[in-house]
């Protein structure tokens, strides 16, 4: 049984059937069902794809609202980094941080500052006797879960450090803890400002056995239309950053691998690129690499679909933001190789491979062998008609008993000797 909760949701009154969506799903997770989308909750990743493709807007992101952050007396904002790439002209960080505060929390713990921190261990990490190579980052909950799902044997690879919303939380939480004896630690809410909805699956669900620390997550898009209405040039900000260019890089693909000091990477973006370079390193396929970066949205987080600004816009705009920061506050000329203990997971969310067909290894080898013969018999148009991605997709379909052959209109259609 799945138990994963997801946070991208279909709308069925607004879908049309199109199979848009159908097609650009990495993890041929949709099906049209009745003439509607129907997605199949333990092969969907949380990527967002199917919500950047509709054409109808029928799929969206499940998040918190910030109302949901009223039932807390300690209010602790984790501003992602993408946020800082989405306003015209911002040329300090305090003013994106003041406005946080004046929009209703007490405290702001950039995730930025965090993520240094992450680099400086994943520097110690990737120089520890026995590390698997590449090491592959998880700090995209999608491309994590896409590994456990479909790409399992290089579960060894993955890099088994909490990314910098966990550290950021964890962090923040500690402060406010130390600040306020007063409250008790169910009374401090913490509230992650998401580019994307894998992030808010990964709070929902934990990592493996880890239980995230943050209790709210809510869309960039909704915190940005509040923070331009008192976000003021005219105001001078409070002094609140405490991150520098290796911080914000984090926001676009590249910044967090580059971020190593180490020539020996490779930084990939969008879910098809995703893919290919996972199916490279599976088949032994790539050069020799120390650490492989991967983002699922295309640019990197600035791509999530719950930002406001054009990726490459705010890839730009990051870019001039570098300019007025300085290279790290965290870490970067005293280097502590000690990790502490409590940044590290040990599974991958849910291990559950989808290529599996069955159990039992014999009736795996049988099943295979009926699709490969049900392949011979279609018309191999990968058109889309019977609902299945493709004509591969559609035979695996018919042999585990999730669609009969009369779906693919065009065997309908074909004589019987043809088909
Ligand atoms: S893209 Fe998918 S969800 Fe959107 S209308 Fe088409 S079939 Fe429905
Ligand atoms: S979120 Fe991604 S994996 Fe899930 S159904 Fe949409 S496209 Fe497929």
Same mark, same amino acid.
């Given at each position: 049984m799945n138990t994963y909760e997801h946070s991208v949701l279909l709308s069925v009154d607004k879908c049309i059937g199109c199979t848009t969506c159908v097609r650009h799903c990495p993890t041929e997770a949709i099906r049209i069902r009745d003439g509607r989308a129907v997605i199949n909750e333990g092969r969907c990743i949380d990527c967002g794809e199917c919500i950047r493709t509709c054409p109808q807007k029928a799929k969206k992101a499940v998040c918190n +609202?910030?109302?949901?952050?009223?039932?807390?007396?300690? +209010?602790?904002?984790? #501003?992602? #980094?993408?946020?800082?790439?989405?306003?015209?002209n911002l040329d300090d960080v305090d003013y994106v941080l003041t406005g946080l505060k004046q929009i209703g929390f007490d405290d702001v713990y950039e995730v930025s500052q965090a993520a240094e921190m992450v680099s400086a261990y /994943?520097? @110690?990490?990737?120089? /520890?006797?026995?590390? +698997?190579? =590449?090491?592959?980052? &998880?700090?995209c909950p999608a491309v994590a879960r896409l590994i456990a799902l479909r790409f399992p044997s290089l579960e060894d690879h993955v890099l088994r450090l909490l990314p910098p919303m966990e550290v950021a939380a964890q962090l923040a939480r500690q402060r406010a803890m130390e600040a306020h004896p007063e409250l008790q630690p169910e009374e401090i %809410?913490?509230?992650?400002?998401? #580019?994307?909805?894998?992030?808010?699956?990964?709070?929902?669900?934990?990592?493996?056995?880890?239980k995230s620390q943050v209790d709210v997550v809510v869309p960039m898009t909704d915190v940005y239309f509040q923070l331009i209405n008192v976000m003021s040039a005219?105001?001078?900000?409070?002094?609140?950053?405490?991150?520098?260019?290796?911080?914000?890089?984090?926001?676009?693909?590249?910044?967090?691998?580059?971020?190593?000091?180490?020539?020996?990477y490779l930084a990939a973006d969008g879910i098809e690129n995703v893919i290919r370079v996972l199916d490279q390193i599976e088949s032994g396929n790539i050069a020799q690499l120390e650490f492989v970066e991967l983002n699922a949205c295309p640019g990197g987080c600035? %791509?999530?679909?719950? &930002?406001? !600004?054009?990726?490459?816009?705010?890839?730009?705009?990051?870019?001039?933001?570098?300019?007025?920061? =300085?290279?790290?506050?965290?870490?970067?000329? !005293?280097?502590? =190789?000690?990790?502490? @203990?409590?940044?590290?997971?040990? /599974?991958?969310?849910?291990? !559950?491979?989808?290529?599996?067909?069955?159990?039992?290894?014999?009736?795996?080898?049988?099943?295979?062998?009926?699709? !490969?013969?049900?392949?011979g018999k279609l018309p191999g148009l990968d058109c889309g008609a019977c609902g299945a991605p493709s004509c591969r997709a559609f035979a695996e379909d018919v042999v585990r008993g999730t669609a009969v052959m009369d779906d693919c209109l065009v065997s309908r259609v074909l004589p019987k000797e043809e088909s």
């Amino acid at each position: 049984m799945n138990t994963y909760e997801h946070s991208v949701l279909l709308s069925v009154d607004k879908c049309i059937g199109c199979t848009t969506c159908v097609r650009h799903c990495p993890t041929e997770a949709i099906r049209i069902r009745d003439g509607r989308a129907v997605i199949n909750e333990g092969r969907c990743i949380d990527c967002g794809e199917c919500i950047r493709t509709c054409p109808q807007k029928a799929k969206k992101a499940v998040c918190n +609202k910030l109302s949901d952050m009223d039932g807390f007396r300690g +209010k602790i904002a984790l #501003p992602a #980094p993408s946020l800082y790439g989405q306003f015209e002209n911002l040329d300090d960080v305090d003013y994106v941080l003041t406005g946080l505060k004046q929009i209703g929390f007490d405290d702001v713990y950039e995730v930025s500052q965090a993520a240094e921190m992450v680099s400086a261990y /994943t520097r @110690a990490y990737l120089s /520890t006797d026995g590390v +698997k190579k =590449p090491v592959i980052s &998880t700090a995209c909950p999608a491309v994590a879960r896409l590994i456990a799902l479909r790409f399992p044997s290089l579960e060894d690879h993955v890099l088994r450090l909490l990314p910098p919303m966990e550290v950021a939380a964890q962090l923040a939480r500690q402060r406010a803890m130390e600040a306020h004896p007063e409250l008790q630690p169910e009374e401090i %809410g913490v509230c992650f400002i998401s #580019p994307c909805p894998a992030k808010a699956s990964y709070v929902k669900n934990g990592f493996g056995d880890y239980k995230s620390q943050v209790d709210v997550v809510v869309p960039m898009t909704d915190v940005y239309f509040q923070l331009i209405n008192v976000m003021s040039a005219e105001t001078q900000p409070e002094d609140l950053s405490s991150s520098g260019m290796i911080g914000v890089s984090w926001a676009s693909s590249g910044g967090e691998a580059s971020s190593l000091f180490n020539d020996s990477y490779l930084a990939a973006d969008g879910i098809e690129n995703v893919i290919r370079v996972l199916d490279q390193i599976e088949s032994g396929n790539i050069a020799q690499l120390e650490f492989v970066e991967l983002n699922a949205c295309p640019g990197g987080c600035v %791509g999530g679909v719950l &930002t406001v !600004q054009n990726p490459f816009i705010a890839r730009a705009k990051l870019r001039k933001l570098r300019r007025f920061l =300085p290279v790290s506050r965290n870490f970067l000329s !005293q280097e502590d =190789p000690y990790i502490p @203990a409590r940044y590290f997971f040990d /599974t991958l969310p849910e291990y !559950q491979p989808i290529s599996r067909l069955s159990d039992s290894i014999a009736q795996s080898m049988r099943m295979m062998a009926d699709i !490969q013969a049900l392949r011979g018999k279609l018309p191999g148009l990968d058109c889309g008609a019977c609902g299945a991605p493709s004509c591969r997709a559609f035979a695996e379909d018919v042999v585990r008993g999730t669609a009969v052959m009369d779906d693919c209109l065009v065997s309908r259609v074909l004589p019987k000797e043809e088909s």
